[in-house]
């Protein structure tokens, strides 16, 4: 062997066993193997719910989003200042956070992990998205019954407000707004991933608040109950006007969240030289006998 394959080296983890140079930049960082390990079970969690806990935690996401909406809806009413109404809209996400319910929006990104590491199936991240759409809906359209009651002086507001998402074209302008909804939302889902302080993730919270609110961002769930609110006030506002907007924004959301943030770190995790599966660690070893 030559002399220069066999010189010796300080830097331990770019050799391996044999003593021949191993590049550490080819190796994926330990920080993305427990990312990715950690987000594959959380979204894997998430798709094999019952239907019981799928339906709960949906209707009581819808209760919790609408928290976020009526401090919206107060300090709109009484500032005029939509950024400002944006930073209490927050407060729903950090009951959303802290109550472990769910947001239709939210599975843009665990549950796909989870699929990518052979954790679950299309089939049941469709059971999910579909169930936990339905029942956001049904549960904020309660809530938003019992906000319209008890405040009717937030009508002006909810006529305005639902007027900006009903009355808006389907132009290049809605389909930017819809994706940008979609990208925060699942950026907000990240970086409370990305963090194991109840504080930062709390911060996270109203920083996607603020975004999505503040600057009326298009947001399938969100939006629909603020106009659910404005349909209950007596507004001039309908179910089909509704229809008309929310057709387009639900697919708009998931393609601003898969895209340009799920997709990224599907890329970033094929970097794994193993994928873990639903079975790791319990599959036949060497040996044929199961682990």
Do not use: C
């Not at 066999?6 to 550490?24: E, H, I, M, N, Y």
């Amino acid at each position: 062997m030559s002399a220069a394959r066999s010189r010796p080296t300080d830097d331990k983890v770019a050799q391996d066993r044999d003593g021949r140079v191993d590049l550490a930049s080819d190796r994926p960082e330990p920080e993305v193997v427990d990312s990715f390990e950690g987000t594959a079970t959380k979204g894997a969690e998430r798709l094999h719910r019952s239907w019981r806990a799928l339906l709960t935690t949906g209707f009581f996401g819808g209760l919790e989003i609408g928290l976020g909406i009526l401090a919206y809806l107060a300090v709109l009413h009484a500032t005029g200042d939509h950024l400002l109404a944006g930073v209490a809209f927050g407060i729903g996400f950090v009951a959303l956070y802290l109550a472990h319910s769910e947001l239709f929006t939210e599975g843009f990104l665990l549950p796909v992990m989870a699929i990518f590491a052979g954790r679950g199936t299309f089939l049941q991240l469709l059971r999910l998205w579909g169930v936990t759409l339905l029942t956001n809906l049904v549960g904020g359209w309660v809530f938003m019954w019992l906000v319209v009651q008890a405040f009717p002086e937030f009508t002006e507001v909810l006529t305005d407000s639902a007027r900006h998402f009903v009355d808006a074209p389907l132009d290049l302008r809605a389909v930017a707004l819809s994706l940008l909804g979609g990208f925060v939302i699942t950026v907000l889902t990240r970086m409370q991933e990305g963090t194991d302080s109840d504080g930062v993730k709390v911060v996270a919270a109203f920083a996607a608040g603020f975004l999505l609110a503040g600057l009326s961002l298009f947001h399938s769930v969100l939006d629909s109950i603020i106009i659910f609110g404005a349909i209950h006030a007596g507004a001039a506002v309908g179910y089909g006007e509704w229809l008309a907007w929310f057709w387009y924004v639900v697919p708009l959301n998931l393609l601003g969240g898969l895209v340009f943030v799920t997709a990224l770190r599907l890329v970033r995790a094929s970097e794994l030289p193993e994928v873990p599966g639903p079975d790791a660690g319990t599959g036949p070893g060497e040996d044929g006998r199961r682990r």
